[in-house]
């Protein structure tokens, strides 16, 4: 198995990865570096890479290899504090969660993206313009998630079928999350954070889906 640990950011490397091949990055993954580093884990059948480092982090390299049909390879997650996808997809944290990396079997996992051909591995929340409330309409699968106004709703993927989720929060009240395939929103504009990222532009919909291929989680 040929195993290497990207490392995003200036995050303190566990012990458990000290002495694994590392390739250094900033905290959102240059993508000539991955580039550089797939043909490396090509010359193994059992590649593995091990991202050190945020949700986002995480996100951007799952987004590659959809992107680049590589999603044969193994990925393991060291997040260093608890977040919204370590807790999704129960990977532990520092270096109890890079001796999972290391030592775990990988097993397919859904893999969730949305319209804009981004992967969420922990949470999106998308809201009205300049956090106003967000109007709209929305649905999991047929199910209607809300009609009206709300303060935001919520997206976030899951470990096991049908792959993601969603809820509102309307006032101080969050609501019950409804599962299914896909998520969907209609509204006059919104803003779309994914993974603490928030996007610049907004948009009219958006949906998060459950995308044909599952990914390859080290657990």
């Known amino acids: 198995m040929s195993t290497h640990v990207l490392r995003c950011g200036d995050i303190p490397v566990p012990i458990a990865l000290a002495s694994l091949p590392t390739t250094q990055t900033g905290p959102l993954p240059d993508l000539a570096i991955i580039d550089e580093l797939l043909p490396v884990l090509a010359a193994d059948s059992l590649p593995r890479l091990i991202v050190l480092g945020s949700d986002a982090g995480l996100a951007a390299v799952l987004t590659h290899l959809m992107r680049t049909e590589r999603l044969h390879v193994e990925v393991g997650f060291v997040p260093v504090e608890t977040t919204y996808a370590s807790r999704v997809y129960q990977t532990a944290t520092g270096n ?31 809201t009205g313009i300049d956090g106003a409330a967000l109007e709209g309409e929305a649905y999991v699968d047929d199910t209607l998630l809300f ?70 989680l080290v657990r």
Do not use: C, H, N
């Open 147 to 216: 009609s009206g106004t709300v303060a935001t709703m919520l997206i976030s993927p899951t470990m096991t079928m049908p792959g993601v989720r969603a809820r509102i929060r309307k006032g101080f009240r969050k609501r019950t999350w409804v599962s299914g395939r896909a998520a969907q929103l209609g509204t006059p504009g919104a803003i779309v954070t994914r993974d603490g990222i928030t996007a610049e532009r907004k948009v009219p919909r958006s949906t998060f889906y459950r995308f044909e291929q599952p990914w390859l």
């Open 96 to 126: 109890a969660a890079a001796k999972i990396a290391v030592d775990g079997r990988a097993i397919e996992t859904p893999l969730i993206r949305d319209d804009t051909g981004t992967v969420l591995v922990g949470r999106a929340s998308i």
